[in-house]
């Protein structure tokens, strides 16, 4: 980069790499119809929608009404408690600017989780601390209590990505308890239709400093919408209104989101759920008997992680053959770790078949 460029960017910003998202890993390796994705937990069903353009000559609401009423009582909230934003990204995004100030304030992240929550930060010079997963990937109660009054916002992601499990609801308790009053509490619950049991939403009535996300990326279907919402007191929400954009979300998000958030919609995406459900059963299961493969965490949500000391050759195999998942291993204990989304019948058959053929031949 130019000189002069470098030195007109911030400091912080010059440190920074783009995101390395599922997406952005494979670009340029050629959009391939017959590539099968496994790797960024999207869903391997596409839904069709109509949309209605003769509103588009006007800005949208920020807050379309349509969506926030269907999805508030979706999720068996007031309008006033939802908040709908372009992905649960940006939910991230908008929670640590309103409430961590830039060269001075840090969030407190539990890895191995999801990646965002750090790079968020960093893109706002906001300090990130860690209180890493005990070894079965629950909680450890003890390093997270550690750090009160160091951060503003917890991240908590449940069911987590890329472990699959869901935090006990009592350790999420504690973590409220002890941080009430000085840092908001975030769980993330990207994945919860997949454990829909283990929601969290109804704390929002004794929890003031709980902030909740969600989004349509994963079990809905509609990754290419960026779609996601944010559940918290009435009070959080007008705080993060005043940072939002005046117009996040498109009209045609809209319109879809509506759609998918009707009674028919929910409908279709619970029988979805409970396809892909028995779908990652039956992979996890055949995948642990698979050569060295053995599978960890747990099944909470669309994937499965699994650890193979030939991870590297395991995956440049998959990727010669087309068929892409996502690698693990850089993460804190996540050592030869892979991460493969459940896909449809026929996908998962096809990366079974894969890695069986591969581990056949590694042994010869
Ligand atoms: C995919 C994912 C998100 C991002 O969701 P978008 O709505 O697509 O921005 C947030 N949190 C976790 C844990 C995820 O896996």
Redesign the pocket.
Known sequence: MSNWLTELTVDYVNELKPYESARRLFAGSGADAEQVWMN??ESPFAEEYGIDASVFNRYPDCQPDTVISAYSSYAGLNAEQTLV????????ELTIRAFCEPGKDSILICPP??G?YAISAQTFNVGVESATLNADFSLNLSDVLSKVGQVKVVFI?SP??PTGTSVKREDIVNVLDAYKGTAIVVV?E??IEFDISNSQADLLAQHSNLVI?R????AFGL?GL???FTLASAEIITTLLKVIAPYPIPAPVAQIASVALSNEGLEKTKGLVALLKNELDDLREALSQLGDIECIGDIN?NFVLFRSQQKQALMDYLVANKVLIRDQSKQVNLQHCLRASVGSKEQNKKLIELITAFFAQEAK
């Open positions: 960024a937990n934003t372009r992905g649960a990204d940006e939910g991230i989780t999801y965002m992601c987590n990505n993330d990207a994945y996300l989004t349509l990326s994963k990754a960026r779609c996601g949500a």
